[in-house]
């Protein structure tokens, strides 16, 4: 699949993997698990897991650290592609 149509089915994705005050490190495993289920998840940045960086950042981090590819970051939200 190209990006553009990546972008196209992760627009209708419903968020799985929510971020907090904890920051990604709590949910590096969960993101991990969810990507070996399916090819694409969608990841909320809550204002309290920002901390002076941007979801842009935290994407990038987040995919780094599960093998994974950013598709896009909308606002708060992220998607990532194994």
Avoid: C, Y
Avoid at 43 to 59: C, D, N, Q, S
């Amino acid at each position: 699949m190209t990006d553009q149509e990546l972008r196209k089915a992760a627009h209708d994705l419903d968020v799985t993997v929510w971020v907090g005050k904890g920051g990604i490190d709590p949910v590096v495993e969960e993101a991990s698990d969810q990507l070996k289920e399916r090819d694409l998840i969608k990841v909320k940045f809550l204002r309290a897991a920002r901390g002076g960086t941007t979801v842009e950042e935290l994407t990038d981090d987040l995919a780094e650290r599960t093998n994974a590819t950013v598709i896009e970051t909308r606002g708060n939200t992220g998607v990532l592609h194994r």
